[in-house]
C-alpha cells in the first residue's frame, strides 16, 4: 500500500475506517482499531502501526508507553475499502490486558 493508494479507502462520516490487526507469523486476529487518513499516512512513514483513538480524540502510537510496538509488514483494503487488514509483527502483547489478543474469551464453542 502506498500513500496514493490512501485514496481508494473509504472511511465513515466520522473519517474513520476500522482496522483488524492480525500477526503476520501466526495469522491470528490480534485485535481490532480505529484509523484516520492521518493515522495510516503516519503509519506508513514510520513502518509502526498508528491508529486514532476514539476515547483519547488523538493519534496513538502503539506501543509508545507499553513498549508493545506493531510493525506492519503489509496493509490490505477488502472488498468494499471500508476495512483495512492489517498484517503486523507484535512485540509483547496486543491487548491492554496483557494478553497476547484482544480475542481471549471464548463467546460460544465448536458446534
Known amino acids: 500500500m502506498s500513500a496514493l493508494d490512501l485514496d ?5 462520516e ?3 475506517v476500522p482496522v483488524i490487526v492480525q500477526d503476520a507469523q501466526e495469522g491470528r486476529v490480534l485485535m481490532l482499531a480505529w484509523a484516520n487518513r492521518e493515522s495510516l499516512e503516519r503509519t506508513l ?3 509502526r502501526m498508528v491508529y486514532w483513538s476514539r476515547s483519547r480524540g488523538e493519534l496513538w502510537r502503539k506501543g509508545d508507553t507499553s ?10 483494503v477488502d472488498c468494499d475499502a471500508d476495512v483495512v487488514l492489517a498484517r503486523v509483527h507484535q512485540a509483547g502483547s496486543a491487548c491492554h490486558t496483557g494478553e497476547r489478543s484482544c480475542f ?3 463467546l460460544v464453542g465448536p458446534r
Open 45 to 47: 512513514e514510520e513502518g
Open 14 to 16: 466520522r473519517g474513520l
Open 8 to 12: 481508494a479507502v473509504r472511511f465513515d
Open 67 to 76: 513498549g508493545h510496538v506493531q510493525h506492519w509488514e503489509e496493509l490490505w
Open 104 to 106: 481471549f474469551r471464548r
